[in-house]
């Protein structure tokens, strides 16, 4: 595959030292102010009665977790938004394949890309972690489009499928640019898979670790005190962070028209609802009727802790309204079945506010 001198540039040396580094080192910050919730204009009784109830149970609901959480839902139309901890920076992890397919999109739409332009997937492009795609490459690599590829990292979170498109779209900075350009604040993106992950667990990369088995070897011959300094400073300064708020701001720009063209946006947010990773966290909370399209992400684990266990999405009611939603758990150490059930109830809170907005405010308290 073709990548051009973005990628072909970085040696295996150069891509570790620069995974640390970027670890390692504060990156510049947001401006919080400039995620200010809008929608807070004058507003019926009943209206404000379901935003108070939907705000004290997404407080509880956070307070409550035993783990470092953010949580947004916001209405798609009106732009309010409840949230906690909304403009803390958390751990993307596959989340931010959000953003590289946006800006895939995004060339598209600009001329750049084409849905049905051929790639191969060679044994060179493969990653780490989940990498289904990695069972069809040979010998002569694997031939596949730039729509397959999408395709594959939303609804299946394949890590290689999404670094080949990350590529083909122009590399970090340009979903950088992309992010930047649409006024979304609260939103890093990280040097790519490779140097992000082996840059967390302190190993160097090289080319071999994409076999199966090899990264989790290398990574198990670092000291322990390494692996915790850099999980740490991970968590705490993530170079893939991102806010609720500002994830929730992207995904009501993408609903409402304003990222991508009529119909890419189409085709994005269709794509997005045949995603087949966690269908028991949002996906879990939702009432008949109800659809959703959404994006997880996950974490390296260090011990017990769990560094990014995300999802984030839009939920759609029968009567069309949408909300963005955004669960994004920092660090913890729970079991898996607690964080899917806070998910769960995070999504059965932006219904119930949904039902008290059409029922006059009090389905809260049925």
């Known amino acids: 595959m073709r990548v051009g001198k973005v990628r072909s540039s970085w040696s295996a040396a150069r ?8 670890l390692g080192t504060s990156i510049p910050s947001y401006n919080p102010a400039a995620l200010a919730q809008p929608g807070f204009g004058i507003v019926s009784g009943s209206e404000q009665a ?20 953010g949580i947004a839902v916001r209405d798609v139309d009106s732009g309010y938004v409840a949230s906690w901890s909304g403009q803390r920076l958390f751990p993307q992890q596959s989340v931010s394949k959000f953003w590289v397919q946006l800006t895939a999109m995004d060339a598209v739409d600009r ?33 596949t489009t730039i729509r397959d590829l999408m ?38 993106f990280g040097p790519g898979e490779r140097l992000l992950q082996s840059g967390i667990a302190g190993v160097t990369w090289n080319q071999a670790l994409s076999r199966r088995g090899a990264f989790e070897a290398a990574r198990a ?37 304003e990222l991508l063209s009529p119909q890419s946006t189409r085709h994005f947010l269709n794509v997005m609802a045949q995603t087949r990773t966690g269908p028991n966290r949002l996906a879990g909370g939702l009432a008949p009727g109800w659809s959703i399209g959404h994006k997880t992400g996950t974490g390296q684990q260090l011990g ?49 506010y949904h039902q008290a907005r059409r029922s006059g405010g009090n389905y809260y308290a049925r």
């Open 151 to 188: 395709h594959r990292a939303i609804t299946r979170s394949d890590n290689t499928a999404n670094d080949v498109v990350l590529w083909q779209a122009g590399g970090p900075a340009a979903v950088r640019e992309f992010i930047s350009k649409r006024g979304i604040q609260g939103v890093r």
């Open 221 to 257: 011959q670092v000291s322990p005190s390494m692996r915790r300094r850099l999980f740490n400073s991970y968590v705490l300064d993530p170079a893939d962070g991102a806010s609720p708020l500002g994830i929730t701001d992207g995904l009501a720009k993408l609903q409402r028209g």
């Open 304 to 352: 017990s802790e769990q560094a990014g266990y995300n999802d984030i999405g839009i939920i759609t009611a029968p009567d069309g309204k949408h909300y963005a939603l955004a669960v994004m758990i920092g660090r913890t150490s729970v079991p898996n079945i607690v964080r899917m059930n806070l998910m769960n109830e995070v999504t059965r809170a932006a219904i119930a």
């Open 111 to 143: 001329g750049r890309l084409r849905l049905d332009q051929p790639v191969t997937v060679k044994a060179d492009d493969l990653t780490l972690f989940s990498q289904p795609i990695a069972a069809q490459v040979g010998a002569a690599g694997y031939k």
């Open 15 to 22: 891509m570790a030292a620069a995974a640390l580094a970027l």
């Open 50 to 69: 379901a935003r108070r109830a939907l705000e004290e149970r997404i407080n509880a609901l956070g307070r409550n977790f035993r783990g470092e959480v």
